[in-house]
């Protein structure tokens, strides 16, 4: 399933090219336009972060997430804002958001926070998940094993098997799993990320992980 996003912001231009952006890279988008209806989305939808512009008509972002945050819905929020006072960031961070961010911004920086906080959100679950009758893994101990003995992977394994587990069935452009499994401030690899692949392929099955020539890849789960 894809990454499901709120989006609130009254400035239609940017609206829709932060949605386009994102939609682009694999996230489902909802927009809304002021603070009234962006509190009836979050009580319609399961959303899994909310980007929050704070000069809005009717409630301003910060009183929606503090109204969302008093009946304990704990979806990760960042603010967008051209504020740029300390006093304002106090408020931000108070009002429960997770990041902030100035306008004008950079898209690309704006998605580095979002993938930063749905993977810290991801790895805070404690499902254990069945990739196949014999395979496990667990998110919180980040232990791979096949009937129950421990099957030990390198970081860069681990992250791209994550990424796969958060978007089952789902296209992954390249360029999406570079960002994911490499940091910021590093050079991704064709080759190496090939070998990743081939070495999960190994452990999981063939079958697994397809491989959509020049576009991406996919991983199976049933």
Known sequence: MK??????EDDLNLSETVADYFEEQGFEVIC??????????????????LLLDVNVPSKNGFQVLKEVRVDKKT??????????????????????CDD??????ELKELLIRVQTILKREFSHKTELVNITPTITFNPI??????????????????KLLKFFLQHPNELLVHDRIYDY????????????????????RKILGKDKIVSLKKLGYRFNQE
Request: glycine letters at 4%.
């Open 32 to 49: 809304v336009y002021d603070g009234d209806d962006a509190v009836a989305s979050i009580y319609e939808h399961n959303f899994d972060l």
């Open 141 to 158: 101990s980040n232990e791979l094993k096949e009937n129950g003995i421990e099957i030990k992977l390198n970081l860069k394994e681990l």
């Open 181 to 200: 499994v490499w940091d910021y401030d590093e050079e991704y690899s064709d080759n190496s990320l090939r070998t990743y692949i081939k070495n999960l």
């Open 75 to 96: 979806v990760p929020a960042i603010f967008i804002t051209s504020l740029n006072s300390m006093d304002s960031l106090e408020e931000g961070f108070s009002s429960g």
């Open 3 to 8: 990454s499901k996003i709120l989006l609130l």
């Open 100 to 105: 902030y961010i100035r306008k004008p911004f």
